[in-house]
């Protein structure tokens, strides 16, 4: 034996150390990767669950629409006089949570009066609420009958009667029928539907009798005679636009459009102390911005899903709370606008009614009226 070789032999082993990670390392990678299955397992079955009953309700629950495709013009840039602002913000609050709906104004000298959406009208004088009619289900009170809605008028009923305006005689009433099919708490689903059935209608209170003036209206609304009465507008809401039907001189039975692709969608229209018209939209087609009925309108197929899944008020819920008044000149061309953009304070304006230096805002669901100075604006 060489002296090298001993010396090999004599050098003492290194020891090996044994660590407790090397020995647990295929097992822990063997529970993270069962940890992993049981989580992606649990997530399919709920996923399942969940998708199953949705896909159940979608192919088996019926829609309470039927919509048709409709189609829109881009909406106008909010820019000049559209150009948004708060001056909606400067109204105050009247009767708040006193009134439930107060959709339309009116007044007698100074004695204001509107309706409500519990079937009620009322006199606002001095602060006070009184109750001087009640229509619905009930006995009314105070109420003289002029037309059943029970009366076909050229072969169909009336659903909604909506708003009206007046000769100054006092022997036309223009009022519109915004749809045979759907009632007045049914206007989301008016709305969506894109229903053309409603109508323009004319009552001679002399005669008594009624005759359709435009038909295939899809949601008419607001009504309002020119200052001459020569002709009548109509909000049609679900086109954004506002009609034009001449009722009496050289054009009497023709109609036009007097404003198309509004900014919103028009509620009622009520004369301007400028000559014009007040038009009140709880709702705008914003653009720069998204407008989920501009977007849903030629996609009827996403509108079914939606009623069967949801009702009315959840739908709602995510519309946006944008209040916006337009006044229009005597032709028809945007002369102001104002704004409240959340709805902080003046939320689902439905009408505009100016008087004595004052703009009041009528709501069809908020539960109050607003006043707002013509001065601070």
Known sequence: MSEADGLRQRRPLRPQVVTDDDGQAPEAKDGSSFSGRVFRVTFLMLAVSLTVPLLGAMMLLESPIDPQPLSFKEPPLLLGVLHPNTKLRQAERLFENQLIGPESIAHIGDVMFTGTADGRVVKLENGEIETIARFGSGPCSEVKLLLSSE?????????????????????????????????????????????????????????????????????????????????????????????????????????????????????????SSFGGYWVGMSTIRPNPGFSMLDFLSERPWIKRMIFKLFSQETVMKFVPRYSLVLELSDSGAFRRSLHDPDGLVAAYVSEVHEHDGHLYLGSFRSPFLCRLSLQAV
């Open 151 to 271: 009366t076909p008028i050229e072969g169909k009923k009336m659903s909604f009667v909506n708003d009206l305006t007046v000769t100054q005689d006092g022997r036309k009433i223009y009022f519109t029928d915004s749809s045979s099919k759907w009632q007045r708490r049914d206007y989301l689903l008016l709305v969506m539907e894109g229903t053309d059935d409603g109508r323009l209608l004319e009552y001679d209170t002399v005669t008594r009798e009624v005759k359709v003036l435009l038909d295939q209206l899809r949601f008419p609304n607001g009504v309002q005679l020119s200052p001459a009465e020569d002709f009548v507008l109509v909000a049609e809401t679900t086109m954004a636009r506002i009609r034009r039907v001449y009722v009496s001189g050289l054009m009497k039975g023709g109609a036009d459009l007097f404003v198309e692709n509004m900014p919103g969608f028009p509620d009622n229209i009520r004369p």
